[in-house]
């Protein structure tokens, strides 16, 4: 199995002794790495996307194999169209708890819990029909009831306001002292989300822009402007991420992350099927929009005959680590008295914005 070379991201934040005054985005990203599919046979391309990938390879997978159905004109049926939903779901399940067992609670001096995380990815099998997908769904319930939110996943989404407050003042669990915690991080709430790309949107906007540049898969943006995906993106307009938008960017979007982890394990259950969408963008072109646990991710497939003759894709890092951004934009102006509370507010803006590789700090005297 051969993995594209991942690169990585560099943070530069230039600090006065008390504050940041700016930020830098610096990425070594290889992006135009899927031109190694440029060539193959269809079905062989198919087969190397997800073994590319070593994060969100199912995603990868979905999006490709959806990108070259738009782009010959065929429709997967009702069954695989649900089973891709459901192999999304479970991977944003096992991402969103790696984060939230491993990554966070590292950052905000929680214990971490590899046992609770390992637990569930032997849980995760490659395949599964319909009555290993509900064993899933029930165990994840299970550890969701037990680790994360101390009651039934739908329980939780469905507290008013005055029983959420007390959950995370009762900071019983992990989740609501982290987000306590993350609330006392002056990160402004961001402004430029990417909308949900419809069939329309794809069309639009999508398919002209990567059609006007190459430049647009290293440095996407949304009608000439840079826009955050993921959780929050998606959960915005929900009444309880709206409130909290108001008041703190990294609590929200550790609020809307815990949000659509509450709902993944009945997506296992009863898949909804929209998180993937594609459309037919010309002859031979096919466009596929995947929602992943880092946000939207987009391929596009020209094909020539049976074989791909040109391909990109856009992963939600690209559109979260723009250079002019959610990162720099929201580490801008931050107070920071001492060199450790600048790396800390870098690492909890990224941990938020969750890239799907390694990167480094640095930083700068202003």
Not at 102 to 118: M, S
Not at 172 to 184: K, Q
Not at 213 to 228: I, L, T
Request: aromatic share 6%.
């Amino acid at each position: 199995r051969t993995m594209i070379a991942e690169g990585k991201l560099e943070f530069e934040s230039a600090w006065d002794g008390r504050r940041i005054v700016g930020a830098k985005v610096l990425s070594s990203r290889p992006v135009l790495a899927s031109r190694v599919l440029e060539g193959k046979g269809i079905g062989e391309a198919l087969r190397r996307v997800p073994l590319l990938f070593s994060i969100c390879g199912r995603a990868q997978g979905v999006a490709a194999a959806a990108a070259c159905e738009a782009a010959r004109g065929v429709e997967a049926d009702g069954a695989v169209k649900e089973d891709r939903e459901r192999a999304i779901a479970a991977e944003c399940l096992q991402e969103y708890v790696w984060r939230l067992f491993i990554d966070l609670p590292q950052l905000l001096g929680e214990a971490a819990r590899p046992g609770d995380l390992a637990d569930l990815r032997r849980r995760m099998p490659a395949a599964a029909g319909e009555a290993e997908w509900l064993d899933i769904a029930e165990d994840a319930e299970a550890l969701l009831e037990q680790r994360v939110f101390g009651m039934r996943a739908r329980d939780w989404l469905a507290l008013d306001a005055a029983r959420r407050a007390r959950w995370v003042d009762d900071a019983a669990l992990p989740a609501a002292r982290m987000l306590a915690r993350l609330r006392t991080c002056r990160v402004d709430p961001p402004r430029d989300f990417l909308p949900w790309l419809d069939a329309e949107a794809l069309r639009t906007e999508i398919a002209p822009a990567l059609d006007a540049s190459p430049a647009f898969v290293a440095k996407p943006a949304w009608r000439g402007r840079p826009a955050e995906t993921g959780a929050l993106a998606r959960q915005r307009l929900q009444p309880h991420i709206a409130r909290e938008l108001e008041l703190n960017g990294l609590s929200a979007r550790l609020l809307a992350r815990l949000t659509e982890l509450a709902a993944l394990p009945a997506q296992l259950r009863r898949p909804l099927a929209q998180g993937v969408r594609s459309i037919s963008a010309g002859a031979g072109i096919g466009i596929a929009a995947v929602e992943t646990a880092r946000g939207t991710l987009i391929h596009r497939a020209a094909l020539d005959g049976e074989r791909v003759a040109h391909y990109r894709i856009v992963a939600p890092t690209e559109w979260n680590f723009h250079p002019r951004g959610a990162f720099p934009r929201g580490l801008a102006g931050l107070p920071a008295r001492n060199e450790g509370e600048v790396r800390q507010a870098a690492a909890l803006l990224a941990h938020a914005l969750d890239p799907c590789v390694a990167y480094e700090t640095r930083i700068v005297d202003a």
